[in-house]
């Protein structure tokens, strides 16, 4: 019925597989991508959209070749994603052999089952004229990349699931440990909370494309239901989390961050390469232990099950009181790594308080902290 060049067909099956309910228990409508053919100022064209019954794409438009017929069907994405990623020809096929079966031709001749197309979940709906803020994509990719490792999609913090925009701010949480970046240039009418998974569509655009933000409903919604972006005709939807954020418990907390006094400056790499070495050592209990001595800081693993301890001391500049020297500070070794290894700095200057709740690293529009799980630990 059509032929189609084999890149933008794999881009808009990629895309398409971003949106894809990821069990395979789901219906298949939820795991499908619908193929869909239009034809406009006497050229033929078609458009692929996903809808995983939370989050949806709709590409844009690919002229085609061949056209014979409308092409209006959903296909197991992934299956068709296969057979397009492995192809070695330039050209892909489609044409309806049944009323059950489209041949897909690529290298040989694929046969996929399909439903009709009209069967995919209902699109939300958003008004073009209602834009809500934009930004660049890789402005809004890197924000991502930083906050999702310190989020968490676990449906018992609702709270603090998601990603969190607000008041200029992007928050990041899974309770025991925080990131905040200010200054993101986003200001939303409201607080938007949202999928993390709007990174992952997002990255597989150019850095330099205008993303533009509105929000969207399905339709007899009595509030709005997803985040709705859009680049370079391309349109995506992620599901807004109803809950309120609590961002504002978060910025009380950054607050006191920002005022502590007691100050330990590592170097990235070097504590990483220590951190490598004695993470052998590391057991359920995930507990690294930082204490300050003349010449640097002491980085100590245990397993607790054997006994066995890896210890290795690293440079630092300590501007600490008198007190905290031979003092350990207990912190969990995997969210520590996930401090360093993220965050786009060299020099980490990490301060905490005499009461012992936080581990903190404050850096222009970058704050982060760590709960502490045990202070002056004997």
Sequence with gaps: MFKINKNPLSFGLMLASKALAQRQQEQIIYRSVRIKTVVEKKKAYVYFESNSGHNAIRTCLYEIQDYKKDVDVLVDCMKLMEIVTKAT??????????EENILVTA???NKLRFLPGKMTPEFPVFKETDLAGMMKTKRFVDICKYAVPFSTDDVHKQLTMGLCIDQNRLHATDEVKQL?????????????TFNSVAKDMVSLFSDDLDLNFYFGAVDGAQTKTHLV????????????YQTE???DILREVNEKCEKF???ITIAKTSTLEVLSRILVFQDANDILSLTSIENGLIL??????????G?????????ISDEFYEQKILVSLSNFKILLETLPFESFKLSFEDTGSFLAFVDGDYTAWLTIKKYNAE
């Excluded at 993101?184 to 938007?192: H, T």
């Excluded at 972006?229 to 807004?240: A, C, E, H, P, R």
């Excluded at 100590?300 to 301890?309: A, Q, W, Y």
Aim: hydrophobic share 40%; charged share 25%.
């Design 229 to 240: 972006l859009t680049v370079d005709n391309y349109q995506m939807y992620i599901i807004k």
């Design 89 to 98: 020809v330039t050209e892909i096929s489609f044409e309806l052999i049944d």
């Design 311 to 319: 210890k290795e001391v690293v440079d630092a500049a300590l501007e």
């Design 261 to 263: 006094k007691n100050f």
């Design 180 to 192: 905040t970046i200010s200054n993101i240039g986003l200001k939303l009418s409201e607080q938007l």
């Design 245 to 247: 954020y609590a961002s």
């Design 300 to 309: 100590e693993v245990t397993n607790f099950d054997t006994g066995e301890t």
């Design 107 to 109: 290298n040989g001749e």
